[in-house]
């Protein structure tokens, strides 16, 4: 066999356990939704992570923003699950910030997941929530390009 085609082989292998991973991960993901969304309502915080472990946090809160359940996802690939964090279960969501002594012995990553979860929380109780698309690293490149063509445009024409 050529070199292409045992090459081309495992990188069908390696796209396919991939995948079927990251279903698991998704499914995983809506399972533990499920249960905290029976609770009440869920509170997601995120915080994406391009080359070091992304974070998602969840938490079920009631009417009055008390944690009822809290869950935190982290890592690098689609083996990441979700674990409980039974500390946070009474405390309040509006106080869960840097400053909240829980938090603070977080990793930065968590903290920020956890205060984007807040925010996220005020802003729908508010009616102020907009979902925001991230852009994708293609879309940012072409951005960069752009920007760059026309600030060597102006420096050519004498604008800059």
């Given at each position: 066999m050529s070199f292409m085609?045992?090459?081309?082989?495992m990188a069908l292998l390696a796209y396919l356990g991939q995948a079927f991973l990251g279903f698991l991960q998704i499914k995983h993901?809506?399972?533990v939704y499920q249960n905290l969304r029976k609770q009440g309502k869920?509170?997601?915080?995120?915080?994406?992570?391009?080359?070091?472990q992304g974070t998602i946090v969840m938490f079920a809160v009631n009417d009055q923003a008390k944690i009822l359940d809290a869950y935190k996802m982290?890592?690098?690939?689609?083996?990441?699950?979700?674990k409980r964090l039974p500390q946070y279960i009474g405390q309040d969501l509006y106080l869960i910030d840097r400053k909240h002594p829980l938090v603070q012995k977080e990793n930065k990553l968590t903290q920020i997941a956890?205060?984007?979860a807040r925010?996220?929380?005020i802003r729908v109780e508010i009616g102020d929530y907009k979902e925001e698309k991230p852009q994708s690293t293609f879309q940012q490149l072409g951005n960069l390009a752009t920007q760059m063509k026309y600030t060597l445009s102006n420096k050519v024409k004498g604008r800059g």
């Amino acid at each position: 066999m050529s070199f292409m085609i045992v090459f081309g082989g495992m990188a069908l292998l390696a796209y396919l356990g991939q995948a079927f991973l990251g279903f698991l991960q998704i499914k995983h993901f809506n399972q533990v939704y499920q249960n905290l969304r029976k609770q009440g309502k869920v509170a997601i915080g995120r915080r994406a992570g391009k080359l070091r472990q992304g974070t998602i946090v969840m938490f079920a809160v009631n009417d009055q923003a008390k944690i009822l359940d809290a869950y935190k996802m982290q890592g690098v690939t689609v083996l990441a699950k979700f674990k409980r964090l039974p500390q946070y279960i009474g405390q309040d969501l509006y106080l869960i910030d840097r400053k909240h002594p829980l938090v603070q012995k977080e990793n930065k990553l968590t903290q920020i997941a956890m205060e984007d979860a807040r925010e996220v929380y005020i802003r729908v109780e508010i009616g102020d929530y907009k979902e925001e698309k991230p852009q994708s690293t293609f879309q940012q490149l072409g951005n960069l390009a752009t920007q760059m063509k026309y600030t060597l445009s102006n420096k050519v024409k004498g604008r800059g």
